[in-house]
Each structure stands twice: as C-alpha cells, then as structure tokens.
C-alpha cells in the first residue's frame, strides 16, 4: 500500500519524457546500431569511446514479451562489425538467420548442434579448451558443483570436494598421457571402466581393486610432478573402500547429468571450436540446444564460462589489449545457471571490446541464481536496459521506481510497449522494435529460401549421383563378358 500511494504522488512519466535531449542518428562507420526501442532514441550506438557507454544491455520481460524477436533478431540481423555470440533453442529460426549472414553478409557462421551432433559444423571439448591447473580446477567445479562461485552447498562438503579432487587428477592423467591430445570423452571412458571388483586377500576378506585405479596409479607418478595431483589421488587409493566408492558416486552423478549421450557424441567430433576463430572479421557462434534439456543449458553454460575467460586472455595478448573486432555474446535465459566469474569479468568488459546482452525473466531470477550482490553488481554495469513487461512485482517495483511512474502503470503496461533505460539520460516509453516490418527482415525471409532450396537440389542431386554409381554385380559381369567378346 506504501508503494502504491508514493507510486501515484511521483511525476507521470511524460514530463520526463519533455526533458529529454534529442539524440541525431549515431555515425556508423565502423561500429554498429542497436534496434531497441520503435523509437529513434531507442537505436543505440556500439561506438563506446562516442558514447562512453559500455555495450552491455540487460533485457527483461517474461515469457512471450518478445525478448527474441524484439531484441535478439534485430541485433543479429543488424550486426555488420560486430561478431555475434548466441543461443538458439528454434533450429528453424537460427538456419534462416545462419543461412542470411552466410550469402548476404558473407559472414563465417559456426553452428555447434548439441542437440543432433551429426549436424555440427564442429565439437566443444571444454577439457582441450584449458591452458593451466588452474582452468583445470575451474572445469572441475564448474562440473561438480551447482554454482562454482560458492562451492558444495551440502551438508558435508568433503564429498564434492574430494570428487573434484578425483575428477581432476583423472583429468591430468588424460592429458599427460596422450600428451596434450586427449579430451573430456577420454576421462569419460576413464571413470566409465571405473569398476570395483571383488577379490580375496591372504586373510580370506574381501576388498575392492579396480584396474583403472591401478593404472593411474602406476603411470600418474612418471607422467607428472604435480605434488598437488599427486597428494590428492595417494590420499584417495589409502581410503577404505566403502569411502572411495561413495566419492566416485559423487563424481558420477553431476558428470551423468551434464554429458548425455548427445553431449558425448558432440565431444568426439573431428573439427574443434577454438575462441581464437573469434578473433577473425565477420565470424559468428550459433549455439543450438534442445529448450527442455537440464543437461543442454548446463553444458552451454559451461561453454560460456570458458568463453569469456578465453576471450579475455586473447585480449590480454593483443598489443593494445582489446580484441580486433567487438564481439557480442547473447546470454538467453541468463539466470538458469550461473556462468562461473561473470560478475568480476563483466565490469571490465568494455576495455577488452567484449560486451553481452542478458536476457531475463525477472530481476529475482537474477538474484535468486547470484546472489543479492552480485546480481546487483550485474544490473550496474549494463548501461543499458530495456524492459518488456513481467508478472513479477520485484521487478515493476524496480522499473517503477526508475523511471519515476506509478507501480500500477508497469504492471499494467499494454503488451507491444517497453520502457528503455540508458545513463545519463531519462526513461523512455515506446513501442518494441517491429521486426516484422523490418526490411532487413523481411529479405532475411528471402535470401534464407532461395538457399535452402538450393540446398536441397544439391542434396538431391548428390543422392542421385550415388544411386548411379551403385551397379548391380550380374550386370558388371555381363557388361565385362561383352567387353572381352569386343
């Protein structure tokens, strides 16, 4: 009720509005234009050291409010300088975008399918995506635990622990052994073979050996001096065996969850993502995933932790420590899981020439998945943001209290509005970006069909090619007898 009344005594928003300055269309000679808003006001440029804004954008709406179409598409379809990062979970839609920046913009598109691996252009290994023991001990938490930032949220941690400590040695036993070739499929089959087995000692007990566990423990002292490794697999071979088997029980289940038989297949594929293709003009990251699957969303997550930690450390080694082209990573669904570190990395974003565009439900998800603090620390670094309309009252409160206009009218805001937020200047109230009258759009639409047909006249005539090349074996040897008879 408190809220409600000091709600109605604010300014209506339209005398802010009469306040606001008048923006000229932003030069676009190297940099590109946002589409956030109907509004003009709403085309926001990429060209920071103009603006001397960050390019971070926070989205929030609930489902339906047009976070894709709105904001997502538009951005995409609009980015000529920058190289786009995103996550699809409509194949549909993403082939129509891929197939677009492929024959119009000539841009390099790179689809990682986890979804159907047979139709990736290449394969993420987040194993061979480390560099030191440090990424190695990152990976682990990031598999083991729920959230990596805050550790075992368990009762008793040493379970959680004591699985990272296992899952990484198992993991620098791979890598020593096949000399940096190996990957995660490889510590897959590792703990897979990892079998107790009976047998009888001379005193007629019984207790459990396990030939894998034999293996690394002979080759692992000659493959690496790391004291650390070393300490953590001698501690876990002298445990009783009811105690090891309930650590490798806590290994399997969060490993079992995050790498399906799809994720699996994915691993395995020939051809790698590396971040460096990133660093290279008009090049974008398509990532396709199933909506519905625990295990898809966390394996994207954890690519993207790697993602900006990679990126940031290629920046680092550039001459002016920036990449040589901006890239934009689209975080859709951003608060499902937690991306390891975004809260330290995202505030340095904009000296690297990284920026992100978070998509979310409610700001309570954000705080829910983060933390009271860190979401907060989040929601300050995104110059911009754009909001779409939610059932969530935290949510109007913060809009409300924002922009200065009655709680009543944000939650209640007509759909196909939004209000959008920019420093140092005051809120505006608009109409979403109309993708659909879009020409760029609408020749998407276009350029997307002629190439799938021709697509599939390729792929019918390649069919046919190798129907003809198949003969029947009675007609060889006819045709041979008639060639000697000649």
């Known amino acids: 009720m408190t809220q409600t009344n000091t709600a109605t ?58 976070k894709t ?42 689809i990682l399918d986890i979804s159907q691996p047979e139709n990736s252009d290449a394969g993420y290994d987040p194993l061979k995506q480390c560099r030191n023991m440090a990424d190695l001990r990152d990976l682990c938490r990031a598999i083991v635990y729920k959230d990596p930032s805050i550790g075992s949220t368990a009762k008793d941690p040493y379970w959680d622990e004591s699985a990272c400590g296992v899952l990484e040695c198992m993991m620098e036993y791979v890598l020593r052994d096949t000399q940096g070739k190996g990957g995660m499929a490889d510590v897959l089959e590792l703990l897979d073979e990892f079998r107790f087995v009976p047998v009888d000692n001379q005193d007629g007990e019984m207790y459990y050996s396990d030939t894998v566990q034999g293996k690394i423990s002979r080759w692992l002292p000659k493959l690496t001096q790391n004291t650390s490794v070393l300490g953590t697999w001698n501690t876990f071979t002298n445990l009783a065996n009811t105690t090891a088997r309930c650590i490798v029980s806590s290994l399997r289940t969060p490993v079992d969850s995050v790498f399906t038989t799809d994720i699996r297949s994915f691993l395995k594929n020939g051809k790698q993502f590396e971040a460096e293709w990133l660093l290279q003009k008009n090049t974008a990251l398509f990532i396709c995933m199933s909506p519905v699957s625990t295990a898809h969303r966390r394996f994207a997550t954890l690519l993207y932790s790697q993602l900006f930690k ?19 990573i689209i975080c859709d669904d951003f608060s499902t899981s937690p991306i390891q570190g975004f809260p330290d990395m995202i505030s340095i974003m904009r000296e690297k020439n990284i920026s992100t565009t978070i998509l979310l439900q409610s700001m309570s998800q954000l705080e829910h998945t983060y933390g009271s603090a860190s979401a907060i620390t989040v929601c300050n670094n995104c110059d911009r943001l754009v909001y779409l309309g939610s059932n969530d009252l935290s949510s109007a409160d913060e809009i409300s209290r924002r922009a200065d206009a009655p709680l009543l009218d944000v939650l209640n805001m007509p ?10 200047r005051y809120p505006i109230l608009t109409k979403s970006y ?40 009675d007609d060889f040897i006819v045709d041979l007898g008639k060639l000697f008879e000649e």
């Open 434 to 473: 109309d993708i659909f009258a879009d020409a760029t759009y609408k020749e998407m639409l276009k350029v997307a069909a002629e190439v799938e047909r021709e697509e599939e006249e390729q792929k019918r005539q390649e069919e046919q090619a190798a129907r003809e090349q198949e003969e029947d074996p």
């Open 310 to 328: 990679n990126l940031y450390e290629l920046a680092e080694r550039q001459e002016d420590g920036r990449l040589p082209h901006p890239v934009n």
């Open 69 to 110: 179409t709105g904001i997502s598409l538009p951005m995409l379809l609009h980015s000529k300088y920058t190289n786009p990062v995103a996550i699809f979970t409509k194949r549909t839609l993403m082939m129509q975008v891929a197939r677009y920046l492929k024959k119009a913009r000539h841009m390099n598109v790179t």
């Open 415 to 424: 759909l196909g509005q939004e209000y959008f937020f920019e420093r140092g």
């Open 9 to 66: 005594q604010t300014k209506p928003l339209a005398k802010n509005l009469n306040r606001t300055v008048t923006r000229t269309k932003p030069r676009n000679s190297r940099y590109d234009v946002y589409r956030l808003g109907a509004d003009p006001q709403c085309y926001v440029s990429t060209n920071s050291f103009e603006t001397r804004l960050n390019n971070n954008i926070m989205v929030i709406g609930g489902s339906g409010s047009g």
